[in-house]
Nanobody, 123 residues
Framework: QVQLVESGGGLVEAGGSLRLSCVAS????????MGWFRQAPGKEREFVAA????????NYADSVKGRFTISRDNAKNTMYLQMNSLKPGDTAVYYC????????????????WGQGTQVTVSS
């Protein structure tokens, strides 16, 4: 069982930056591929970025490439999402997800989820 807790959300003006964190419980964090997803009101949860267990492989949604950076520190059981050049369209609840082994972009592939953190970007 893995428990995930996100933090770092907030209100920011367009063009600003935020860094989200996701802390995981357990001693096998490096065994999990991790991902960030977001869900805006009335919309389905969508993929943002994912990272392999070792951190050597990453994948990004086209909408965030060049603006967001996913990373992880396995010694701290923590994953990060650095978000720069934020746009109003980035407004959503951001969730971190975890799954064994390989990196995936589909939410249904993830077994573990955090409670989410709200990101609001004003124009």
């Amino acid at each position: 069982q893995v428990q995930l807790v996100e933090s770092g959300g907030g209100l920011v003006e367009a063009g600003g930056s935020l860094r989200l964190s996701c802390v995981a419980s357990g001693r096998t964090f490096s065994s999990y591929a991790m991902g960030w997803f977001r869900q805006a009101p009335g919309k389905e949860r969508e993929f943002v970025a994912a990272i392999s267990g070792s951190g050597s492989s990453t994948n990004y949604a086209d909408s965030v490439k060049g603006r967001f950076t996913i990373s992880r520190d396995n010694a701290k059981n923590t994953m990060y999402l650095q978000m720069n050049s934020l746009k109003p369209g980035d407004t959503a609840v951001y969730y971190c997800g975890g799954k064994y082994y390989d990196l995936k972009t589909v939410p249904a592939s993830y077994a573990y989820w955090g409670q989410g953190t709200q990101v609001t970007v004003s124009s």
